[in-house]
């Protein structure tokens, strides 16, 4: 193993996670004398340190010996693989919680969508003549803003206008986190909101989407939603 190269990857590796030489010491369990001395090419670390390397900062061993940055590709595609089956299978028992709940009545569907050039939402409204839900599992930001960027406060609010009152039917609020992440959570499942099928205007049934950043800017976003209606 050449240890300049090595010392290389080291000082790639702290520079891209923002770790002074102290921060990455503390990490590993050793002295920022030894980070040094590594980054230096003047010393090595032993497996044991260099398992956790790799571990902590998804490098694979290989490109460790190599003297080349690479991220563990392996690891990063069994994660996805993971959240997708975590995905799949979340919605999966969300619908058959649905049709559990409702498989003995006859019901209806009409499909929710944005109307909005920086989101787009999936879901649906189901109903029958005794009662309704409203239903919203996807929604993506699809504008502008750093979406590693995180606000100290997040909320995203389900509105319903109807000659010009306006009332919020739910919302979910988080703090500390990135835009996408909290998207990734929000989620609307709300029964009886209407016992038959109602036709929605423009814009009168909408999401309102307000991030709050670390200096106290808030920006809204208003994304209305399109509905078919019942004679549609």
Same mark, same amino acid.
């Given at each position: 193993?050449?240890?300049?190269?090595?010392?290389?990857?080291?000082?790639?590796?702290?520079?891209?996670?923002?770790?002074?030489?102290?921060?990455?010491?503390?990490?590993?369990?050793?002295?920022?004398?030894?980070?040094?001395?590594?980054?230096?090419?003047?010393?090595?670390?032993?497996?044991?340190?260099?398992?956790?390397?790799?571990?902590?900062?998804?490098?694979?061993?290989? $490109?460790?010996?190599?003297?080349?940055?690479?991220? =563990?590709?392996?690891? %990063? #595609? !069994? *994660?996805?693989? +993971? &959240?997708?089956?975590?995905?799949?299978?979340?919605?999966?028992?969300?619908?058959?919680?649905?049709?559990?709940?409702?498989?003995?009545?006859?019901?209806?569907?009409?499909?929710?969508?944005? $109307?909005?050039?920086?989101?787009?939402?999936?879901? =649906?409204?189901?109903? %029958? #003549? !005794? *009662?309704?839900? +409203? &239903?919203?599992?996807?929604?993506?930001?699809?504008?502008?803003?750093?979406?590693?960027?995180?606000?100290?406060?997040?909320?995203?609010?389900?509105?319903?206008?109807?000659?010009?009152?306006?009332?919020?039917?739910?919302?979910?609020?988080?703090?500390?986190?990135?835009?996408?992440?909290?998207?990734?959570?929000?989620?609307?499942?709300?029964?009886?909101?209407?016992?038959?099928?109602?036709?929605?205007?423009?814009?009168?049934?909408?999401?309102?989407?307000?991030?709050?950043?670390?200096?106290?800017?808030?920006?809204?976003?208003?994304?209305?939603?399109?509905?078919?209606?019942?004679?549609?």
């Amino acid at each position: 193993m050449d240890q300049e190269k090595f010392g290389k990857i080291i000082k790639e590796i702290r520079r891209k996670n923002n770790l002074t030489q102290k921060d990455l010491a503390d990490k590993l369990n050793v002295t920022y004398q030894a980070v040094s001395k590594w980054e230096n090419g003047k010393n090595m670390p032993d497996k044991s340190v260099l398992k956790q390397i790799s571990n902590e900062f998804n490098v694979s061993l290989d $490109s460790l010996f190599e003297g080349e940055y690479k991220e =563990n590709n392996f690891k %990063n #595609k !069994n *994660k996805k693989i +993971i &959240f997708a089956l975590i995905f799949v299978l979340l919605l999966l028992t969300i619908f058959i919680i649905l049709f559990l709940k409702f498989h003995n009545d006859d019901f209806m569907y009409k499909n929710l969508s944005s $109307s909005c050039d920086d989101f787009n939402i999936t879901g =649906n409204i189901a109903y %029958n #003549k !005794n *009662k309704s839900a +409203i &239903f919203i599992n996807n929604i993506e930001y699809c504008g502008t803003l750093d979406e590693s960027k995180t606000y100290k406060n997040l909320e995203c609010a389900l509105y319903e206008a109807n000659n010009n009152i306006e009332k919020k039917i739910s919302s979910y609020k988080d703090k500390e986190k990135t835009l996408e992440a909290f998207l990734n959570e929000v989620t609307f499942s709300l029964e009886n909101e209407n016992n038959i099928c109602k036709n929605y205007n423009e814009d009168s049934l909408y999401l309102l989407i307000s991030l709050e950043d670390n200096e106290g800017r808030i920006t809204t976003y208003k994304v209305p939603l399109s509905v078919n209606n019942c004679n549609s």
